[in-house]
């Protein structure tokens, strides 16, 4: 007799920028979706890849980073991310095996042996970039930090997102800490996103690249319109999407816009590709630039922005 058992759970991957949350995200759910929450700005609220087992469902949500709060918006992100460690089955902290683990993941680490009842595993990312004495050694230190923290790994696990290796043991180490449950999600479904929130996050992202020290949190974007081109033959589609992308100062627009208007056209060429790749249609993007002044210090902006 086969053990018929189904599961179901969430697990999130925390670590700061570049420990390859992301990758990894992409890794287990298998495919290349950009995978985000229900509302915009998802890598800053929540991001979700499902991944669909015969035996399992298991929805990663991903949580902005955790850093000191400065804004209204930056207190707000803290908590989110720590009422969602607590209510996930597994908290997984990522460590790029190719950096010592530092005092931004002491931080991490400390915040999260402060939510006692959750899951802890510890994942060396990137090991595909280390040999196998550094990658020891790493291990070590993770092991090492544990102790100094009071944390409790449940597992530690050496993982490489790029070449694959070990991504399916960690995505049986994950279903092994589930609860019996149903499924959650409809087969096939890789996000519970709509995409709209997709989109507005894809266009993030381009906006952000190559800015990212200059405006880490200052860009929101809103998905204003999106839909089908009526006048287009059926075999040709064309989605249209409007939308603006907000920045708090004068100054910050004109980073986004460049000069003479040359890098929002290569943000929105970049985006656009992005977004035809994922929803497998030709797509016109009209994006604006607007000041939505000091909007993370502004409670009512922020609502409207999605927070
Ligand atoms: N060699 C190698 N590079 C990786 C691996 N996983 C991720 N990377 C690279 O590391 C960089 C950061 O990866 P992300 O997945 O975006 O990291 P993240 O933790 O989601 O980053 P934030 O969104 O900034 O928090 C990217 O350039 C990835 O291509 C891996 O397994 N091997």
């Known amino acids: 007799m086969t053990d018929e058992t189904y599961k179901s759970g969430f697990a999130c991957f925390v670590g700061r920028p570049n420990a390859g ?6 890794a287990l759910v298998g495919s290349k979706v950009v995978i985000t929450s229900s509302k915009p700005q998802t890598t800053r609220t929540v991001v979700r890849g499902i991944v669909h087992r015969d035996d399992a469902q298991l929805v990663l949500v991903d949580t902005p980073g955790l ?20 209510e996930v089955d597994v908290v997984a902290v990522c460590f790029p095996a190719n950096e010592k683990p530092g005092p931004g993941d002491r931080f991490i680490v400390n915040e999260l042996a402060k939510v006692r009842k959750s899951v802890k595993f510890a994942i060396a990312t990137k090991t595909d970039l280390v040999t196998s004495e550094q990658l020891g050694e790493h291990l070590l230190a993770i092991a090492e930090l544990g102790r100094e923290t009071g944390t409790e790994w449940a597992q530690i696990v050496p993982v490489s997102a790029h070449s694959g290796d070990q991504v399916q043991l960690l995505a049986d180490l994950f279903v092994d800490q589930l609860p019996e449950g149903p499924q959650l999600y409809p087969d096939g479904e890789l996000s519970d996103a709509p995409e709209e929130a997709i989109v507005a996050e894809l266009i993030r992202e381009a906006s952000l690249e190559g800015v990212r020290d200059e405006l880490p949190h200052s860009i929101a974007v809103v998905v ?3 839909g089908l081109k009526e006048d287009r033959p059926a075999d040709k589609p064309l989605l249209y999407i409007y939308a603006n992308l907000f920045v708090e100062r004068d100054s910050q627009k004109g980073i986004i816009i460049g000069h003479k208007g040359a890098r929002l056209k290569e943000v929105g060429m970049a985006a656009r590709k992005q977004i035809e790749a994922i929803l497998g249609t030709p797509v016109y993007l009209d994006l604006r630039v607007k000041i939505a002044k000091d909007w993370q210090r502004d409670p009512r902006q922020l609502r409207k922005l999605g927070f």
């Open 21 to 26: 949350k992301s990758t990894l995200t992409n």
């Open 67 to 86: 850093h000191k709060p400065r804004t209204l918006l930056g207190e707000r992100l803290n908590d989110l991310v720590k009422t969602t460690w607590a």
């Open 224 to 226: 204003e319109e999106m």
